[in-house]
């Protein structure tokens, strides 16, 4: 089943920026600029195409923050298919699975956001 989705000038010159690298990409822009939501979008197209399992972290200052923004926007994004309960206290688990990863010196692909 095909989907249509929507997407800005910011997902546009983002997803730009990342066909030519992998290793950084940098968004600017003011609040409530579209950043995350589009950031979002192109992380979840991106995760959806590759080959092999990667492992996409959002991250940011405190979990409250994630909740009220990128948490938000990906429940938008994803609409229906977004699973709630699938979510519950994932918010510390994903961060201690980082902190171990790190740890234990992974070289593997680590996408953060």
């Known amino acids: 089943m ?13 997803a730009r920026a990342w066909r030519q690298t992998e290793r950084y990409v ?3 822009g003011g609040t409530r600029s579209g950043k995350t939501f589009a950031n979002l979008q192109l992380l979840y197209a991106v995760g959806c195409r590759d080959k092999k399992p990667t492992i996409t972290s959002v991250v940011s200052e405190t979990i409250p923050h994630l909740k009220r ?3 938000r926007d990906f429940q938008q994004i994803l609409g229906p298919a977004f699973d709630d309960k ?3 206290g994932k918010e510390q688990l994903e961060a201690a699975i980082i902190d171990q990863l790190a740890d234990w010196g992974y070289k593997g692909h680590l996408t953060l956001y």
């Open 2 to 14: 095909e989907q249509t989705v929507r997407t800005s000038k910011v997902f546009v010159e983002t």
């Open 26 to 28: 940098s968004s600017c």
């Open 86 to 88: 699938a979510w519950e």
């Open 69 to 71: 923004g990128a948490i």
